[in-house]
Protein backbone atom coordinates (compact mmCIF):
# COMPACT_ATOMS: atom_id res chain seq x y z
CA UNK A 1 0.00 0.00 0.00
CA UNK A 2 1.35 3.40 0.62
CA UNK A 3 5.15 3.74 0.75
CA UNK A 4 6.54 6.15 3.27
CA UNK A 5 10.05 7.42 3.50
CA UNK A 6 11.81 9.83 6.44
CA UNK A 7 15.16 11.37 6.40
CA UNK A 8 17.05 13.29 8.96
CA UNK A 9 21.04 14.72 8.53
CA UNK A 10 23.15 16.39 6.68
CA UNK A 11 21.67 15.76 2.98
CA UNK A 12 19.14 17.72 1.05
CA UNK A 13 16.35 15.71 2.77
CA UNK A 14 14.27 16.24 -0.54
CA UNK A 15 17.19 14.52 -2.29
CA UNK A 16 16.76 11.33 -0.59
CA UNK A 17 12.80 11.54 -0.15
CA UNK A 18 12.77 11.23 -3.99
CA UNK A 19 15.45 8.85 -4.20
CA UNK A 20 13.51 6.82 -1.51
CA UNK A 21 10.03 6.99 -3.12
CA UNK A 22 11.51 6.12 -6.97
CA UNK A 23 12.19 3.05 -5.14
CA UNK A 24 8.81 2.37 -3.56
CA UNK A 25 6.81 3.05 -6.83
CA UNK A 26 6.76 -0.25 -7.50
CA UNK A 27 4.46 -0.66 -4.32
CA UNK A 28 2.00 0.41 -6.42
CA UNK A 29 -0.08 4.34 -5.54
CA UNK A 30 -1.85 7.16 -6.97
CA UNK A 31 -0.42 10.50 -5.78
CA UNK A 32 2.70 11.61 -4.13
CA UNK A 33 3.79 14.22 -1.60
CA UNK A 34 6.44 15.29 0.50
CA UNK A 35 7.18 18.09 3.07
CA UNK A 36 10.92 19.08 4.03
CA UNK A 37 11.89 21.31 7.38
CA UNK A 38 14.42 23.80 7.59
CA UNK A 39 15.51 26.67 9.45
CA UNK A 40 13.21 28.76 7.32
CA UNK A 41 9.89 26.68 8.48
CA UNK A 42 7.90 23.93 7.39
CA UNK A 43 7.38 23.37 3.38
CA UNK A 44 5.02 20.88 1.17
CA UNK A 45 4.58 19.46 -2.15
CA UNK A 46 1.94 17.29 -3.28
CA UNK A 47 -0.43 16.36 -6.00
CA UNK A 48 -2.05 13.58 -7.90
CA UNK A 49 -0.54 11.51 -10.24
CA UNK A 50 3.07 9.39 -11.08
CA UNK A 51 6.20 10.96 -8.99
CA UNK A 52 7.77 11.67 -12.14
CA UNK A 53 5.06 14.13 -13.52
CA UNK A 54 4.48 15.66 -10.02
CA UNK A 55 8.28 16.31 -9.82
CA UNK A 56 8.49 17.68 -13.29
CA UNK A 57 5.21 20.29 -12.50
CA UNK A 58 6.36 20.84 -8.75
CA UNK A 59 10.21 20.37 -8.66
CA UNK A 60 10.46 18.72 -5.56
CA UNK A 61 14.07 19.69 -4.94
CA UNK A 62 13.66 23.08 -4.48
CA UNK A 63 12.84 22.02 -1.14
CA UNK A 64 15.57 23.30 1.48
CA UNK A 65 16.29 21.30 4.69
CA UNK A 66 17.76 18.26 6.25
CA UNK A 67 14.60 16.73 8.25
CA UNK A 68 11.74 15.46 5.76
CA UNK A 69 8.89 13.29 4.86
CA UNK A 70 7.74 11.66 2.03
CA UNK A 71 4.80 9.49 0.67
CA UNK A 72 2.70 7.74 -2.02
CA UNK A 73 -0.81 7.10 -1.42
CA UNK A 74 -2.38 4.67 -2.81
CA UNK A 75 -6.28 6.25 -2.13
CA UNK A 76 -8.84 4.18 0.67
CA UNK A 77 -10.40 7.35 2.07
CA UNK A 78 -10.80 10.14 -0.42
CA UNK A 79 -10.68 10.13 -4.11
CA UNK A 80 -6.79 10.47 -5.74
CA UNK A 81 -6.59 14.46 -5.52
CA UNK A 82 -3.75 17.46 -4.50
CA UNK A 83 -5.99 17.95 -0.91
CA UNK A 84 -6.08 14.09 -0.23
CA UNK A 85 -2.43 13.21 -0.93
CA UNK A 86 -0.62 12.86 2.31
CA UNK A 87 1.58 14.72 3.83
CA UNK A 88 -1.46 16.41 5.83
CA UNK A 89 -0.98 18.83 8.08
CA UNK A 90 -3.02 20.74 11.53
CA UNK A 91 -4.72 24.36 11.41
CA UNK A 92 -1.69 26.13 11.66
CA UNK A 93 0.34 24.43 9.17
CA UNK A 94 3.15 23.60 11.87
CA UNK A 95 2.70 19.65 12.15
CA UNK A 96 3.02 17.27 9.30
CA UNK A 97 1.97 13.80 8.48
CA UNK A 98 2.67 10.49 6.37
CA UNK A 99 0.53 7.62 7.12
CA UNK A 100 -0.11 4.11 5.77
CA UNK A 101 -2.96 2.17 7.12
CA UNK A 102 -6.58 3.00 8.39
CA UNK A 103 -8.09 5.00 11.37
CA UNK A 104 -10.87 3.16 12.31
CA UNK A 105 -12.25 5.88 14.51
CA UNK A 106 -11.27 8.55 12.48
CA UNK A 107 -15.07 10.05 12.01
CA UNK A 108 -15.48 10.57 15.90
CA UNK A 109 -12.15 11.90 16.40
CA UNK A 110 -12.83 14.14 13.45
CA UNK A 111 -16.28 15.33 15.31
CA UNK A 112 -14.30 15.89 18.22
CA UNK A 113 -11.73 18.06 16.78
CA UNK A 114 -14.04 20.22 14.36
CA UNK A 115 -15.93 20.85 17.98
CA UNK A 116 -12.97 22.56 19.05
CA UNK A 117 -12.82 24.83 15.78
CA UNK A 118 -10.38 22.75 13.84
CA UNK A 119 -10.55 22.90 10.05
CA UNK A 120 -9.91 19.58 8.10
CA UNK A 121 -9.19 20.34 4.57
CA UNK A 122 -9.00 16.50 2.97
CA UNK A 123 -11.55 13.65 2.80
CA UNK A 124 -8.59 11.58 4.98
CA UNK A 125 -9.09 9.66 7.63
CA UNK A 126 -5.00 10.53 8.28
CA UNK A 127 -6.00 14.26 8.82
CA UNK A 128 -6.96 13.63 12.27
CA UNK A 129 -3.63 12.66 13.33
CA UNK A 130 -2.12 15.81 12.71
CA UNK A 131 -4.67 17.85 14.69
CA UNK A 132 -4.85 15.60 17.44
CA UNK A 133 -0.98 16.67 17.59
CA UNK A 134 -1.59 20.31 17.26
CA UNK A 135 -4.57 19.67 20.25
CA UNK A 136 -1.87 17.67 22.63
CA UNK A 137 1.29 21.37 21.51
CA UNK A 138 -1.93 23.33 22.52
CA UNK A 139 -2.34 21.72 25.58
CA UNK A 140 1.46 22.91 26.40
CA UNK A 141 2.89 18.93 26.07
CA UNK A 142 6.04 19.00 24.64
CA UNK A 143 6.50 17.13 20.83
CA UNK A 144 6.86 13.65 22.09
CA UNK A 145 3.82 13.92 24.48
CA UNK A 146 1.76 15.51 21.98
CA UNK A 147 2.97 12.29 19.61
CA UNK A 148 2.35 10.08 22.30
CA UNK A 149 -1.19 11.21 23.11
CA UNK A 150 -2.19 11.51 19.50
CA UNK A 151 -1.17 8.01 19.06
CA UNK A 152 -3.07 7.03 22.29
CA UNK A 153 -6.30 7.74 20.60
CA UNK A 154 -5.45 6.03 17.74
CA UNK A 155 -7.74 2.28 16.24
CA UNK A 156 -6.66 1.04 13.60
CA UNK A 157 -3.69 -0.05 11.66
CA UNK A 158 -1.25 2.74 11.07
CA UNK A 159 2.88 3.73 10.06
CA UNK A 160 2.66 7.01 10.68
CA UNK A 161 5.43 9.61 9.87
CA UNK A 162 5.23 12.89 11.96
CA UNK A 163 7.46 16.13 11.27
CA UNK A 164 6.88 19.63 13.87
CA UNK A 165 7.88 22.36 12.67
CA UNK A 166 11.16 23.97 14.33
CA UNK A 167 11.79 20.58 16.15
CA UNK A 168 15.12 18.37 15.03
CA UNK A 169 13.78 15.53 15.11
CA UNK A 170 11.25 13.28 13.38
CA UNK A 171 8.33 10.93 14.75
CA UNK A 172 7.22 7.38 13.71
CA UNK A 173 4.53 5.40 15.16
CA UNK A 174 3.53 1.78 13.67
CA UNK A 175 0.87 -0.99 14.50
CA UNK A 176 0.13 -3.49 12.08
CA UNK A 177 1.18 -1.67 9.38
CA UNK A 178 5.58 -2.14 8.09
CA UNK A 179 8.04 0.40 9.32
CA UNK A 180 11.79 0.26 9.99
CA UNK A 181 14.28 2.65 10.87
CA UNK A 182 17.45 3.13 8.57
CA UNK A 183 20.96 3.84 10.56
CA UNK A 184 22.89 6.03 8.22
CA UNK A 185 26.47 5.34 8.31
CA UNK A 186 27.44 8.91 9.73
CA UNK A 187 24.42 11.60 11.30
CA UNK A 188 22.15 10.52 9.54
CA UNK A 189 18.88 8.28 10.24
CA UNK A 190 15.83 7.03 7.77
CA UNK A 191 12.27 5.45 8.37
CA UNK A 192 10.76 3.36 5.67
CA UNK A 193 7.91 1.47 4.85
CA UNK A 194 10.10 -1.12 2.70
CA UNK A 195 13.53 -2.10 2.73
CA UNK A 196 14.06 -1.22 -0.78
CA UNK A 197 13.79 2.39 0.00
CA UNK A 198 16.60 2.93 1.84
CA UNK A 199 19.52 0.71 0.43
CA UNK A 200 21.16 3.10 -1.40
CA UNK A 201 22.07 4.71 1.93
CA UNK A 202 22.24 1.81 4.09
CA UNK A 203 21.58 -1.81 5.04
CA UNK A 204 21.31 -1.67 8.29
CA UNK A 205 17.98 -1.35 10.11
CA UNK A 206 16.55 -1.56 13.40
CA UNK A 207 12.79 -3.29 13.71
CA UNK A 208 10.24 -1.89 15.64
CA UNK A 209 7.33 -4.07 17.55
CA UNK A 210 3.97 -3.49 17.14
CA UNK A 211 2.71 -0.15 19.34
CA UNK A 212 5.84 1.48 19.41
CA UNK A 213 6.78 5.13 18.88
CA UNK A 214 9.94 6.81 18.01
CA UNK A 215 12.01 9.39 17.79
CA UNK A 216 14.65 9.96 15.28
CA UNK A 217 17.31 12.75 15.47
CA UNK A 218 20.55 12.45 13.48
CA UNK A 219 22.59 11.05 15.77
CA UNK A 220 20.30 7.80 16.82
CA UNK A 221 16.59 6.79 17.36
CA UNK A 222 15.13 6.45 21.14
CA UNK A 223 12.06 3.65 21.19
CA UNK A 224 9.12 3.59 23.73
CA UNK A 225 7.51 0.53 23.58
CA UNK A 226 2.85 -0.26 23.50
CA UNK A 227 3.59 0.35 27.40
CA UNK A 228 5.04 3.45 27.52
CA UNK A 229 8.72 2.54 28.67
CA UNK A 230 11.63 3.31 26.77
CA UNK A 231 12.63 0.17 24.70
CA UNK A 232 15.83 -1.58 22.50
CA UNK A 233 14.82 -3.12 19.48
CA UNK A 234 16.85 -5.68 17.68
CA UNK A 235 19.22 -4.67 14.37
CA UNK A 236 18.84 -6.13 11.27
CA UNK A 237 21.63 -5.92 8.35
CA UNK A 238 20.44 -7.38 5.02
CA UNK A 239 22.84 -8.57 2.11
CA UNK A 240 20.12 -7.21 -0.15
CA UNK A 241 22.42 -4.88 -2.66
CA UNK A 242 20.93 -1.83 -4.21
CA UNK A 243 21.76 -3.13 -7.74
CA UNK A 244 18.96 -6.04 -6.59
CA UNK A 245 16.56 -3.90 -6.77
CA UNK A 246 17.58 -2.38 -10.81
CA UNK A 247 16.28 -3.29 -13.55
CA UNK A 248 19.71 -4.29 -15.01
CA UNK A 249 18.92 -3.51 -18.55
CA UNK A 250 15.38 -4.56 -18.71
CA UNK A 251 12.36 -2.37 -20.23
CA UNK A 252 10.34 -3.57 -16.47
CA UNK A 253 11.49 -5.23 -13.46
CA UNK A 254 8.73 -7.57 -14.75
CA UNK A 255 10.74 -9.40 -17.62
CA UNK A 256 14.13 -8.88 -15.38
CA UNK A 257 12.41 -10.87 -12.27
CA UNK A 258 11.26 -13.55 -14.42
CA UNK A 259 14.35 -14.10 -16.19
CA UNK A 260 16.13 -14.42 -13.38
CA UNK A 261 14.02 -16.88 -11.61
CA UNK A 262 16.64 -19.91 -12.70
CA UNK A 263 19.18 -18.07 -10.58
CA UNK A 264 16.51 -17.06 -7.71
CA UNK A 265 14.89 -20.94 -7.68
CA UNK A 266 18.48 -22.11 -6.97
CA UNK A 267 18.51 -19.78 -3.98
CA UNK A 268 14.99 -20.85 -2.98
CA UNK A 269 15.94 -24.41 -3.38
CA UNK A 270 18.89 -23.80 -1.01
CA UNK A 271 16.76 -22.48 1.68
CA UNK A 272 17.35 -24.10 5.36
CA UNK A 273 13.63 -25.78 5.91
CA UNK A 274 15.16 -27.37 9.21
CA UNK A 275 12.74 -25.34 11.92
CA UNK A 276 9.51 -25.60 9.20
CA UNK A 277 10.24 -29.44 8.93
CA UNK A 278 10.07 -29.85 12.94
CA UNK A 279 6.94 -27.81 12.88
CA UNK A 280 5.04 -29.32 10.18
CA UNK A 281 5.74 -33.27 11.71
CA UNK A 282 4.25 -32.35 15.01
CA UNK A 283 1.35 -31.06 13.38
CA UNK A 284 -2.34 -32.92 13.41
CA UNK A 285 -3.75 -30.59 11.38
CA UNK A 286 -2.13 -27.74 9.25
CA UNK A 287 -3.61 -24.93 7.92
CA UNK A 288 -2.32 -22.72 5.18
CA UNK A 289 -3.42 -19.37 4.95
CA UNK A 290 -2.13 -17.13 1.73
CA UNK A 291 -3.76 -14.53 -0.55
CA UNK A 292 -3.87 -14.00 -4.18
CA UNK A 293 -0.53 -15.54 -6.06
CA UNK A 294 0.54 -16.66 -2.50
CA UNK A 295 -2.62 -18.73 -1.99
CA UNK A 296 -2.18 -20.73 -5.45
CA UNK A 297 0.89 -21.64 -3.54
CA UNK A 298 -0.73 -22.82 -0.97
CA UNK A 299 -2.84 -24.59 -3.07
CA UNK A 300 -0.05 -27.17 -4.15
CA UNK A 301 1.32 -27.37 -0.66
CA UNK A 302 -1.91 -28.63 -0.01
CA UNK A 303 -1.38 -30.68 -2.50
CA UNK A 304 1.38 -32.13 -1.84
CA UNK A 305 0.70 -33.05 1.92
CA UNK A 306 -2.47 -35.00 0.65
CA UNK A 307 -0.60 -36.98 -1.52
CA UNK A 308 1.91 -37.99 1.49
CA UNK A 309 -1.10 -38.55 2.83
CA UNK A 310 -1.24 -35.70 5.29
CA UNK A 311 -4.21 -33.80 6.10
CA UNK A 312 -4.04 -30.04 5.58
CA UNK A 313 -6.66 -27.32 4.11
CA UNK A 314 -5.20 -24.45 2.35
CA UNK A 315 -7.22 -21.40 3.04
CA UNK A 316 -7.87 -17.64 1.28
CA UNK A 317 -6.55 -15.23 3.76
CA UNK A 318 -9.63 -13.09 4.77
CA UNK A 319 -11.86 -16.39 4.67
CA UNK A 320 -9.86 -18.43 7.18
CA UNK A 321 -12.43 -16.92 10.07
CA UNK A 322 -15.22 -18.02 8.68
CA UNK A 323 -13.92 -21.49 7.05
CA UNK A 324 -11.78 -22.62 9.80
CA UNK A 325 -11.96 -25.74 12.06
CA UNK A 326 -10.70 -24.48 15.31
CA UNK A 327 -8.95 -27.71 15.25
CA UNK A 328 -5.97 -26.37 13.57
CA UNK A 329 -2.54 -26.94 15.19
CA UNK A 330 0.03 -25.39 13.05
CA UNK A 331 -0.98 -22.38 10.96
CA UNK A 332 1.32 -22.13 7.56
CA UNK A 333 1.58 -18.65 6.38
CA UNK A 334 3.03 -17.56 2.79
CA UNK A 335 3.13 -14.18 1.94
CA UNK A 336 6.07 -12.88 -0.47
CA UNK A 337 5.95 -9.32 1.46
CA UNK A 338 4.92 -10.72 5.32
CA UNK A 339 2.90 -8.16 5.75
CA UNK A 340 -0.55 -8.33 4.04
CA UNK A 341 -3.36 -7.80 6.63
CA UNK A 342 -5.68 -10.77 5.77
CA UNK A 343 -2.68 -13.38 5.73
CA UNK A 344 -1.96 -11.64 9.21
CA UNK A 345 -5.32 -11.41 10.78
CA UNK A 346 -6.16 -15.24 9.67
CA UNK A 347 -2.03 -15.77 11.40
CA UNK A 348 -3.38 -14.01 14.76
CA UNK A 349 -7.08 -16.11 15.14
CA UNK A 350 -4.72 -19.02 14.64
CA UNK A 351 -2.62 -18.22 17.26
CA UNK A 352 -5.36 -17.64 19.62
CA UNK A 353 -6.80 -20.70 18.75
CA UNK A 354 -3.57 -22.33 20.44
CA UNK A 355 -1.85 -23.09 16.74
CA UNK A 356 1.77 -22.92 16.27
CA UNK A 357 3.07 -20.50 12.82
CA UNK A 358 5.29 -21.30 10.24
CA UNK A 359 5.71 -18.00 7.76
CA UNK A 360 6.86 -18.33 4.48
CA UNK A 361 8.23 -14.75 3.37
CA UNK A 362 10.61 -13.16 0.69
CA UNK A 363 11.13 -10.22 3.63
CA UNK A 364 13.46 -10.32 6.17
CA UNK A 365 11.49 -8.69 9.74
CA UNK A 366 8.86 -8.39 7.80
CA UNK A 367 5.55 -8.40 10.74
CA UNK A 368 4.58 -11.80 9.80
CA UNK A 369 8.32 -13.67 10.24
CA UNK A 370 8.27 -11.42 13.58
CA UNK A 371 5.01 -13.05 14.77
CA UNK A 372 5.77 -16.66 13.88
CA UNK A 373 7.65 -19.82 15.45
CA UNK A 374 9.46 -20.27 12.51
CA UNK A 375 10.50 -19.06 9.48
CA UNK A 376 11.58 -20.32 5.91
CA UNK A 377 12.90 -17.37 3.88
CA UNK A 378 12.72 -18.03 0.44
CA UNK A 379 15.52 -15.54 -0.39
CA UNK A 380 15.22 -14.46 -4.18
CA UNK A 381 15.87 -10.93 -3.65
CA UNK A 382 13.89 -7.92 -3.85
CA UNK A 383 10.94 -8.06 -6.01
CA UNK A 384 9.99 -4.84 -7.30
CA UNK A 385 7.58 -5.33 -9.81
CA UNK A 386 3.90 -5.49 -8.92
CA UNK A 387 2.67 -9.01 -10.02
CA UNK A 388 4.57 -11.66 -8.21
CA UNK A 389 6.36 -14.02 -10.57
CA UNK A 390 9.64 -14.78 -9.09
CA UNK A 391 8.40 -14.55 -5.42
CA UNK A 392 6.18 -17.41 -6.69
CA UNK A 393 8.26 -19.69 -7.84
CA UNK A 394 10.47 -19.37 -4.85
CA UNK A 395 7.35 -20.45 -2.32
CA UNK A 396 6.53 -23.40 -4.53
CA UNK A 397 10.53 -23.98 -4.13
CA UNK A 398 10.47 -23.66 -0.42
CA UNK A 399 7.29 -25.91 -0.29
CA UNK A 400 8.63 -29.01 -2.49
CA UNK A 401 11.65 -28.84 0.07
CA UNK A 402 9.64 -28.49 2.64
CA UNK A 403 7.55 -31.16 2.19
CA UNK A 404 10.17 -33.85 0.38
CA UNK A 405 12.36 -33.22 3.31
CA UNK A 406 9.58 -34.27 5.81
CA UNK A 407 8.61 -37.43 3.81
CA UNK A 408 12.71 -38.28 2.85
CA UNK A 409 11.62 -38.19 -0.61
CA UNK A 410 15.19 -37.90 -1.56
CA UNK A 411 14.17 -38.37 -5.77
CA UNK A 412 12.13 -35.63 -5.16
CA UNK A 413 14.82 -33.18 -3.64
CA UNK A 414 17.15 -34.42 -6.43
CA UNK A 415 14.42 -33.33 -9.30
CA UNK A 416 13.98 -30.02 -7.36
CA UNK A 417 17.59 -29.13 -7.17
CA UNK A 418 18.87 -29.87 -11.05
CA UNK A 419 15.12 -27.52 -11.73
CA UNK A 420 17.23 -24.24 -11.83
CA UNK A 421 19.20 -25.68 -15.31
CA UNK A 422 15.97 -27.53 -16.71
CA UNK A 423 14.80 -23.98 -16.01
CA UNK A 424 16.99 -21.93 -17.68
CA UNK A 425 16.86 -24.25 -21.11
CA UNK A 426 13.51 -24.09 -20.73
CA UNK A 427 13.52 -20.32 -20.61
CA UNK A 428 15.71 -20.25 -23.65
CA UNK A 429 13.54 -22.45 -25.95
CA UNK A 430 10.00 -20.67 -25.32
CA UNK A 431 10.65 -17.04 -25.17
CA UNK A 432 10.97 -16.63 -28.40
CA UNK A 433 7.70 -18.34 -29.26
CA UNK A 434 5.88 -16.96 -26.64
CA UNK A 435 6.38 -13.45 -28.02
CA UNK A 436 5.14 -14.33 -31.02
CA UNK A 437 2.19 -15.77 -29.47
CA UNK A 438 1.67 -12.61 -27.75
CA UNK A 439 1.70 -10.35 -30.91
CA UNK A 440 -1.07 -12.52 -31.92
CA UNK A 441 -2.93 -12.78 -28.23
CA UNK A 442 -3.53 -9.30 -27.55
CA UNK A 443 -6.58 -8.31 -29.64
CA UNK A 444 -8.57 -11.06 -28.37
CA UNK A 445 -10.84 -10.50 -25.11
CA UNK A 446 -11.49 -13.43 -23.13
CA UNK A 447 -8.94 -16.32 -21.87
CA UNK A 448 -9.78 -19.14 -20.61
CA UNK A 449 -7.07 -21.27 -18.49
CA UNK A 450 -7.62 -24.87 -18.14
CA UNK A 451 -6.11 -28.14 -15.97
CA UNK A 452 -5.75 -30.68 -14.11
CA UNK A 453 -4.12 -32.13 -10.80
CA UNK A 454 -1.30 -29.88 -9.64
CA UNK A 455 -1.62 -27.96 -12.88
CA UNK A 456 -4.86 -26.26 -11.73
CA UNK A 457 -3.38 -23.76 -8.85
CA UNK A 458 -0.91 -23.28 -12.25
CA UNK A 459 -3.87 -22.29 -14.36
CA UNK A 460 -5.50 -20.29 -11.91
CA UNK A 461 -1.89 -18.10 -11.17
CA UNK A 462 -1.65 -17.84 -15.03
CA UNK A 463 -4.93 -16.62 -15.20
CA UNK A 464 -4.47 -14.15 -12.18
CA UNK A 465 -1.52 -12.76 -14.52
CA UNK A 466 -2.83 -12.10 -17.47
CA UNK A 467 -5.76 -10.26 -15.81
CA UNK A 468 -3.97 -8.28 -13.61
CA UNK A 469 -1.38 -6.55 -16.29
CA UNK A 470 -3.33 -6.12 -19.40
CA UNK A 471 -6.83 -5.84 -17.48
CA UNK A 472 -8.15 -8.75 -20.09
CA UNK A 473 -10.61 -11.34 -18.94
CA UNK A 474 -9.24 -14.39 -17.74
CA UNK A 475 -10.64 -17.35 -15.96
CA UNK A 476 -9.27 -20.72 -14.98
CA UNK A 477 -10.60 -24.02 -14.22
CA UNK A 478 -10.10 -27.21 -13.57
CA UNK A 479 -10.56 -28.99 -16.88
CA UNK A 480 -13.60 -31.44 -15.43
CA UNK A 481 -15.42 -28.27 -14.54
CA UNK A 482 -15.35 -26.96 -17.88
CA UNK A 483 -18.87 -28.64 -18.99
CA UNK A 484 -20.58 -27.91 -15.67
CA UNK A 485 -21.20 -24.58 -16.78
CA UNK A 486 -17.96 -22.00 -18.27
CA UNK A 487 -18.39 -24.47 -21.57
CA UNK A 488 -21.30 -22.39 -22.21
CA UNK A 489 -19.22 -19.43 -22.92
CA UNK A 490 -16.98 -20.87 -25.46
CA UNK A 491 -17.32 -19.50 -28.99
CA UNK A 492 -15.68 -18.89 -32.18
CA UNK A 493 -11.88 -18.39 -31.51
CA UNK A 494 -11.93 -18.09 -27.68
CA UNK A 495 -8.60 -18.73 -26.73
CA UNK A 496 -8.25 -21.26 -23.88
CA UNK A 497 -4.98 -22.47 -23.24
CA UNK A 498 -4.49 -25.83 -21.61
CA UNK A 499 -1.47 -26.47 -19.66
CA UNK A 500 -1.61 -30.55 -20.17
CA UNK A 501 1.65 -32.41 -19.06
CA UNK A 502 1.89 -36.16 -19.66
CA UNK A 503 0.75 -38.64 -17.57
CA UNK A 504 -2.32 -39.93 -15.33
CA UNK A 505 -4.37 -36.66 -16.30
CA UNK A 506 -3.34 -36.75 -20.26
CA UNK A 507 -5.63 -38.60 -21.51
CA UNK A 508 -8.65 -36.73 -19.54
CA UNK A 509 -6.94 -33.50 -20.40
CA UNK A 510 -7.19 -34.77 -24.50
CA UNK A 511 -11.09 -35.26 -23.73
CA UNK A 512 -11.70 -31.52 -22.38
CA UNK A 513 -9.27 -30.04 -25.02
CA UNK A 514 -11.80 -31.76 -27.88
CA UNK A 515 -14.61 -30.60 -26.23
CA UNK A 516 -13.28 -26.88 -26.17
CA UNK A 517 -11.96 -27.23 -29.80
CA UNK A 518 -15.76 -28.80 -31.09
CA UNK A 519 -17.26 -25.35 -29.70
CA UNK A 520 -14.28 -23.30 -31.88
CA UNK A 521 -12.33 -21.96 -29.08
CA UNK A 522 -8.41 -21.23 -29.96
CA UNK A 523 -6.53 -24.04 -28.32
CA UNK A 524 -3.20 -23.23 -27.19
CA UNK A 525 -1.36 -26.34 -25.75
CA UNK A 526 1.50 -26.84 -23.40
CA UNK A 527 2.72 -29.99 -23.03
CA UNK A 528 5.69 -32.45 -23.49
CA UNK A 529 3.19 -34.85 -24.80
CA UNK A 530 3.83 -34.48 -28.57
CA UNK A 531 0.15 -36.14 -28.95
CA UNK A 532 -1.28 -33.30 -26.85
CA UNK A 533 0.41 -30.63 -28.61
CA UNK A 534 -1.24 -31.84 -32.34
CA UNK A 535 -4.29 -31.04 -30.58
CA UNK A 536 -3.44 -27.33 -30.34
CA UNK A 537 -3.89 -24.49 -32.55
CA UNK A 538 -0.80 -23.12 -31.01
CA UNK A 539 1.91 -25.44 -29.70
CA UNK A 540 4.23 -24.73 -26.91
CA UNK A 541 6.48 -27.80 -26.44
CA UNK A 542 7.68 -28.16 -22.46
CA UNK A 543 10.62 -30.02 -20.94
CA UNK A 544 8.65 -33.05 -19.51
CA UNK A 545 9.09 -32.94 -15.42
CA UNK A 546 7.26 -34.96 -12.84
CA UNK A 547 3.62 -34.11 -11.91
CA UNK A 548 4.75 -32.19 -8.27
CA UNK A 549 6.89 -29.67 -9.74
CA UNK A 550 4.15 -28.35 -13.24
CA UNK A 551 3.52 -25.82 -11.49
CA UNK A 552 6.63 -24.31 -11.36
CA UNK A 553 7.80 -24.78 -14.83
CA UNK A 554 4.63 -24.11 -16.52
CA UNK A 555 3.99 -20.15 -14.99
CA UNK A 556 7.09 -19.41 -16.58
CA UNK A 557 5.90 -19.57 -20.30
CA UNK A 558 2.01 -17.87 -18.72
CA UNK A 559 3.97 -15.10 -16.92
CA UNK A 560 6.42 -14.39 -20.17
CA UNK A 561 2.94 -14.07 -22.06
CA UNK A 562 1.25 -12.28 -19.85
CA UNK A 563 4.28 -9.77 -19.75
CA UNK A 564 4.60 -9.40 -23.95
CA UNK A 565 0.72 -9.28 -24.27
CA UNK A 566 0.70 -6.26 -21.73
CA UNK A 567 3.81 -4.57 -23.85
CA UNK A 568 1.41 -5.03 -26.98
CA UNK A 569 -1.77 -3.45 -25.63
CA UNK A 570 0.81 -0.41 -24.22
CA UNK A 571 0.07 -1.09 -20.63
CA UNK A 572 2.74 -0.81 -18.04
CA UNK A 573 3.39 -4.16 -15.81
CA UNK A 574 5.28 -2.56 -13.55
CA UNK A 575 2.50 -0.90 -11.89
CA UNK A 576 -0.51 -2.28 -12.95
CA UNK A 577 -3.76 -0.09 -12.08
CA UNK A 578 -5.59 -0.50 -8.61
CA UNK A 579 -2.48 -2.54 -7.44
CA UNK A 580 0.05 -2.48 -4.70
CA UNK A 581 2.84 -4.57 -3.52
CA UNK A 582 1.81 -5.42 -0.34
CA UNK A 583 -1.89 -5.04 0.63
CA UNK A 584 -1.92 -3.97 4.58
CA UNK A 585 -5.63 -3.01 4.66
CA UNK A 586 -8.38 -6.07 5.33
C1 LIG B 1 -0.38 -11.13 -7.68
C2 LIG B 1 0.04 -10.65 -6.38
C3 LIG B 1 -0.94 -10.68 -5.27
C4 LIG B 1 -0.25 -11.18 -3.99
C5 LIG B 1 -1.20 -11.06 -2.79
C6 LIG B 1 -0.55 -11.57 -1.53
O1 LIG B 1 0.62 -10.96 -8.64
O2 LIG B 1 1.14 -10.20 -6.21
O3 LIG B 1 -2.04 -11.50 -5.57
O4 LIG B 1 0.15 -12.49 -4.19
O5 LIG B 1 -1.56 -9.72 -2.61
O6 LIG B 1 0.63 -10.91 -1.26
P1 LIG B 1 1.71 -11.50 -0.30
O7 LIG B 1 2.32 -12.69 -0.96
O8 LIG B 1 2.71 -10.39 -0.10
O9 LIG B 1 1.02 -11.87 0.97
Not at 32 to 37: E, I, T
Not at 168 to 184: C, K, S, T, V, Y
Not at 224 to 242: C, S
Amino acid sequence: MCGIIGYIGHRRASEVLLHGLSQVEYRGYDSAGMVVSSGHGMRLIKDKGKLRDIHAKHNFLQLEGGIGLGHTRWATHGEPCERNSHPHSDCLGKVAVVHNGIIENHRVLKEELVGKGHRFTSDTDTEVVAHLVEEGLKSGADAPAAVKKAVARLEGTYALGILIAGENRLFLARRHAPLIIGRGKKDEMFFASDIPALLGYTRDFILLNEGDIAQLDSRGAIIWGADGKEAVRPPLHVNWTPQMAQKDGHDYFMIKEILEQPLTLASAVSADVTGGVKLLKSAKYPAIVACGTSYYAALVMQFLLHKAGRPASAYIGSEYASWRMRGEDLVVAISQSGETADTLTAVRLAKEDGAKVLAITNVVGSTLSREADATIYIGVGPEVGVVATKTFTGQLAVIYKLVYTMNGNKAGLEELAAMPSHMQKMLDEVQGQVKQLAALMAKRKNFFFISRGAGWPCALEAALKLKEITYLHAEAYAAGELKHGPISMLEDKVPVIAIAPSGPLAAKMESNIRECKARGASMIVLSDDKSLLQEGEYALSMPAVSEDLVPLFYILPMQLLAYYMTLELGRDPDQPRNLAKSVTVE
